[in-house]
């Protein structure tokens, strides 16, 4: 991992000088793949969209056609494609049993050696274990984690001592802006069941 890496080197006493050949992975044109086209996959889809990314999805129903117009984004009707194809896999997927372990090794299996894998959602959505095989074998070339099971992960668990895996603690909307907007959906959500009106951001609509 480029910033991992660069983080340890730029921090280390023994660094004297900074290797001219150390490259990393350019985002511009590359393929990302997102499973779990909700609203926030679709937010990523608008922001990548920005640096010119090849815009594959898979979700349990296609967007409407002007919405994958509006992204540039191309529906793939099987995972497995999307995976094949992608430089970049994120999940944006709620966790239900359906979505437990999603992403094992089989479907590690089939991503590029050069891929790198993106958990924004839920820990349990990746079979941790296989995770830890794949990316020790580089099976794939690496993986970024906003999420794990549990959270924190044990002090001695194998993802900790890999150096091509970043891991934040689950701040993906740790902002003071977006715990507000958070705050505030929640407390209109709560007013519309007291006033028996329509919820606004129902999880499992009817």
């Known amino acids: 991992m480029c910033l991992h890496t660069g983080c340890q080197i730029t921090m280390s006493p023994d660094t004297k000088y900074f290797a001219v050949d150390w490259l990393g992975v350019e985002v511009t044109r590359a393929t ?75 479907e590690l299996g089939l991503m590029k050696p050069t891929a790198t894998l993106i958990n924004i959602s839920r820990g349990a959505v990746i079979d941790q274990d296989a995770l830890v095989e794949a990316l020790q074998n580089k099976v794939i070339r690496a993986a970024a984690l906003d999420v794990t099971y549990p959270e924190p992960l044990p002090r001695d668990h194998p993802l900790l001592n890999l150096n091509n895996v970043i891991i934040t603690p689950h701040i993906g ?15 209109a959500n709560m007013l519309a069941v007291l006033n028996g009106q329509p919820i606004p951001s129902e999880v499992f609509p009817k």
Do not use: W
């Open 173 to 187: 909307t740790a902002t003071v802006q977006a715990i507000r907007m958070m705050a505030e959906e929640a407390i």
């Open 32 to 106: 990302l793949g997102i499973i779990g086209m909700g609203s926030i996959g679709y937010k990523v889809a608008q922001r990548a969209r920005a640096f010119n990314m090849r815009i594959l999805y898979y979700n349990r129903n296609r967007r409407r056609k002007e919405e994958e117009e509006a992204v540039g984004a191309h529906y793939c009707a099987k995972m497995e494609d999307l995976l094949q194809q992608s430089d970049f896999v994120m999940l944006v997927v709620n966790l239900t049993p359906e979505t437990h372990k999603l992403i094992g090794k089989k």
